[in-house]
């Protein structure tokens, strides 16, 4: 399969396809937003279940490390299902996770709430991509990529909000209860409406789980795509934890600002993600990802280093970070999925993605040991964090070159 870039006008989706992309980014809105919610309700979390702010640290972090244990788990068993049962069975599981979570009475219910969501949610992350990579050809995936990212934008736009506003006038557990529902709703509507996925299994010569993921994590041409997925994360999961109490104890953005700073940078995301997608289809994965990786070093450095800043300008800089982050993110991954055989597809994106769980948990390890804040003040050592992720960033371009000359040649399935 010869995976070159085309010099022929990008490809046309199907109605077909535009349904399938459509279904797997509310898909992924669901699975982010059951993520991303734990954070901000943590406020109102903590004292209704009278927990510890180290007890809700693990709440959090329980999602993220059973998710990258759940990866490498079903790894080998990736390949051997039709890619819709395999996504159906754990969404099911996902579901029923987040309804754990709505229902939890206490600390250690919640905990044990939020590892079965991680086991089960962390893995449709990599379901997504494999079945993305298995309908869409290389030509398109730009902009599926970018399609994708645009539910991170949704969440915070859309869910978010209403998952306050639900909390603020039902509890806490009302968001974890809307999540379940539109999930059922989204679990329905594959079940009626999406196709088999199955043509990978024609490929399969040994069905050994444990030789399957043997074979794919010891494959040489996927060792430097699990390694550059690691750096991508362990620089941008840096700057992620803190940059809420950085841009109120250091940027001067009060609370009641702090949204606005969130919503404009979110719907500029929206916007980005797609147009990000074409443009990498359109002129090359790899030069978008140059770019990306420009202007995120420029806005990292910039931004690292602001003092109090007025709030049109902490908004435009935020904005334009994540115009680099995307610009990053979104052909990297469509890169990323060139990289496996068909028939070790599934097995590459759970380890895959495994691996970029586990690099985010130690990027914000890291992150927590390197700044401080001194008797509740401005955050300590933030420009060090900006610092790193220049040089992860500066990491990640030369072995993103060597992925983009690797995928442009033919893919030869892992031997089993």
């Known amino acids: 399969m010869n995976q070159a870039i085309s010099t022929e006008p990008p490809a046309q989706f199907t109605g077909y396809q535009k349904f399938v992309l459509a279904i797997l980014a509310f898909l992924q809105f669901t699975i982010i937003l059951d993520f991303m919610i734990m954070s901000p309700l943590g406020a109102i979390l903590m004292p209704a ?43 099911v599981g996902f579901i029923l996770g987040t309804f754990l979570c709505g229902i939890a009475p206490n600390f250690y219910f919640l905990l044990f709430a939020r590892i079965v969501t991680g086991l089960f949610g962390g893995v449709i992350g990599s379901i997504v991509m494999a079945i993305t990579t298995d309908l869409f ?13 645009s539910a991170f934008a949704g969440s915070q736009i859309l869910g978010l909000p209403i998952g306050l506003y639900l909390s603020a006038h039902w509890g806490w557990h009302a968001p974890f209860l809307m999540i379940v529902g539109i999930a059922a709703l ?4 594959i079940i009626a409406n999406l196709k088999p996925i199955d043509g990978h299994l024609k490929l399969q010569s040994d069905r050994n789980p444990f030789h399957h993921l043997r074979d794919t994590i010891a494959t040489p ?125 599934g097995a590459f994106m759970a380890i895959n993605s495994s691996l970029q769980q586990i690099a985010g ?18 955050i300590l050592h933030f420009d060090l964090l900006g610092d790193i992720l220049v040089c992860t960033v500066l990491l990640t371009a030369v072995m993103m070159y060597f992925i983009h000359r690797m995928v442009a040649r033919p893919v030869v399935a892992v031997p089993a």
């Open 49 to 91: 279940l009278n927990i510890t702010p180290s007890q809700f640290g693990v709440v959090v972090s329980a999602y993220a490390f059973s998710a990258g244990i759940a990866g490498f788990a079903a790894a080998g068993f990736a390949d051997r299902f039709d890619r819709k049962k395999l996504l159906l069975f754990f969404y």
């Open 137 to 149: 050809p290389f030509s398109m995936r730009g902009r599926v990529m970018g399609v994708l990212q």
């Open 186 to 189: 989204v679990g329905v509507i």
């Open 221 to 345: 041409r996927y060792l430097l795509a699990f390694a550059a997925t690691g750096f991508l994360s362990i620089g941008g999961y840096m700057l992620m934890p803190f940059s809420s109490a950085f841009s109120v104890n250091n940027l001067g953005i009060s609370m009641k600002e702090l949204p606005i700073v969130y919503l404009v940078t979110g719907f500029g995301a929206i916007i980005t993600g797609p147009l990000v997608g074409k443009l990498s289809d359109k002129f090359g994965k790899y030069r978008v990802f140059l770019f990306g990786a420009v202007m995120t070093i420029i806005m990292a450095l910039i931004y690292t280093r602001l003092g109090v800043t007025p709030l049109y300008m902490v908004i435009l800089v935020n904005v334009l970070l994540f115009v680099g982050i995307f610009s990053r993110m979104i052909p990297a991954q469509a890169m990323m999925s060139a990289v496996p055989a068909a028939d070790s597809r």
């Open 361 to 378: 948990g130690v990027g914000s390890v890291v992150a927590g040991m390197i700044v401080s804040q001194p008797d509740g003040g401005v």
